[in-house]
């Protein structure tokens, strides 16, 4: 279990995860109480992985003056712990350990680099977060380890790198700030194409490591079947030598034996059921994965169901540090990359546009709108548009690809870029409004809205509810009453009128 333990810490580089991984494979971790007689299996903690980490005892050590007691003026007792350097005594390999004294101090390192700070050489473990350069990020203005930020934004998560440690020290605004996706998006590009030579080696390598730990977590389990058979015979012995006529002692050994019993088949069956999930886990899924990594190692880097944290784990083998340079007038950034071994690659990527550049509206498309509102009002105009193909600015966003122009926004863009109204338009042209036809024929506004619906009188609708009115013509329409007379007949009349050559103003046709 204790080699279970280093082993898996060597494989996740974290303590947190350590713990997490005991807890979701269901393995106990030997505890022993504060009365320091007996010994328990119960649930790792994190406390107890940082112990072990940082206790020497189990690289094979023998280490003394590992802390400086002082007392202080008041006389209380002061605590100091030593830089291994300063301890009194430390002899490696006196006592057969479970890592070596070089596994042990590279373990403190990676501690160390765990922690939060602003250094660039301290890089976090790999979390899950969308940020792919988590930890390795370097601003290319102050040389600062750079953060990584997310904010929702319209139900999307963008990630950013910041340098904010101006900021968090002097007060100072921040050095730089860069939207992450372009970056990431390049980089695993990049990483896709100078992958394809070592694929086959590293799923290779991974298969070995995934076989390893479900073999070595099946011995554990394995443990823990024996130790609880033994268990279970104990009971029985002692169950089987007790006497008969002791009813009370009987029922109480007899009571223990079925526990042990149940605790038996319990051990029995999850065993059973972790064999059964590890061996569909690599025949279905890994190992199809594995083969499709060594076929083509982009397809899986670019799978969407690759948890980040594995991707980021894959890149911290290739990757040492990015350093990231940001041109705001070239609206440009440029990337360095130094890989493993002193391998450097620069790549340039162009900034996104800000939110306001993004929906903008071509001015192509703004020229049109002008030039459609002589004869069309704006539902009419968003219709044409859609029917064409054109699309409005917001479409430039992600996930609003197929955002359509409505007359709400072709109004925002008439008053946004100052364009004529349709109504100054028509009014340009002579349009009469409803009381000034109505005194020029010398109707009713009634009477004008029904010779406006057969065409008597022409209408122009300015938007989608109200209009303006042709002035009349030649042959003004007259007020009349008959019922041998109807409007429909009066309207044909006068279509007929206005299309013949005929101008005599003394012809009016009987309305």
């Not at 390049?186 to 390598?205: F, K, Q, S, Y």
């Not at 069956?269 to 190692?297: G, H, Y």
């Not at 430039?396 to 863009?413: E, H, M, N, P, S």
Request: hydrophobic share 35%; with cysteine; proline share 4%.
């Amino acid at each position: 279990m204790i080699s279970h333990f280093f082993e898996t810490f060597s494989r996740v580089g974290s303590a947190t995860q350590t713990v997490k991984t005991f807890t979701r494979e269901g393995l106990l971790f030997p505890s022993r109480l504060r009365n320091g007689k007996q010994v328990v299996f119960q649930q790792l903690t994190t406390s107890t992985a940082m112990r072990m980490l940082h206790n020497p005892r189990y690289a094979g050590v023998y280490a003394y003056g590992q802390r400086l007691y002082r007392r202080t003026v008041d006389g209380k007792k002061q605590l100091r712990k030593r830089d291994p350097k300063e301890w009194l005594a430390c002899i490696p390999d006196a006592h057969p350990g479970y890592i070596s004294w070089e596994q042990f101090q590279h373990n403190l390192k990676v501690l160390e680099a765990n922690g939060q700070g602003y250094q660039a050489v301290r890089a976090s473990p790999p979390r899950e977060g969308a940020a792919l350069l988590q930890g390795r990020v370097i601003c290319g203005r102050c040389g600062s380890h750079m953060s990584a930020r997310y904010a929702a934004r319209r139900g999307q998560v963008d990630t950013w790198y910041v340098c904010h440690r101006a900021y968090a020290a002097r007060g100072e605004p921040h050095c730089q700030s860069i939207a992450g996706w372009p970056i990431d998006e390049a980089v695993g590009e990049l990483i896709a194409a100078e992958m394809t030579p070592a694929a086959v080696e590293l799923a290779l390598e991974i298969r070995k490591e995934i076989e390893a730990r479900h073999d070595e977590a099946d011995k554990l389990r394995l443990r823990a079947v024996e130790r609880a058979q033994i268990d279970a015979d104990l009971a029985q012995r002692r169950f089987m030598l007790v006497d008969p006529n002791n009813r009370l002692v009987a029922d109480t050994l007899e009571g223990e034996w079925n526990d042990k019993l149940r605790i038996l088949a319990d051990a029995r069956e999850e065993r059973e059921r972790a064999l059964c999930e590890d061996r569909v886990t690599l025949d279905d899924a890994i190992r199809d994965r594995l083969i499709a990594m060594t076929a083509d190692f982009k397809t899986v880097w670019c799978d969407r169901t690759l948890p980040n944290r594995e991707r980021k784990r894959l890149l911290a083998y290739l990757v040492e540090d990015v350093t990231l340079l940001k041109f705001p007038a070239e609206r440009e950034t440029r990337i360095h990359i130094r890989f493993k071994g002193g391998k450097t690659e620069t790549l340039t990527t162009q900034n996104p546009q800000s939110s306001a550049q993004q929906v903008k509206t071509r001015p192509e498309v703004v020229e049109l709108v002008d030039k459609l509102l002589d004869d069309h009002i704006c539902a009419e105009i968003a219709d044409i548009l859609n029917d064409r193909g054109i699309r409005p600015g917001g479409s430039a966003r992600r996930g609003k690809a197929d955002a359509k122009f409505t007359d709400l926004r072709v109004i925002y863009l008439v008053k946004q870029y100052g364009l004529r109204s349709r109504y100054d338009r028509l009014r340009e042209r002579g349009m009469l409004t409803k009381a000034e036809a109505c005194a020029k024929l010398g109707i009713t506004e009634s009477t004008l809205v029904r010779w406006a619906k057969y065409c008597i009188v022409k209408r122009h609708a300015y938007n989608g509810y109200i209009g303006l009115y042709e002035p009349p013509g030649p042959h003004v329409p007259a007020k009349q009453c008959s019922r041998w007379n109807q409007l429909a007949h009066r309207a044909e009349i006068i279509r007929q009128l206005n299309s013949s050559k005929c101008v005599d103003p003394k012809e009016r046709a009987v309305v």
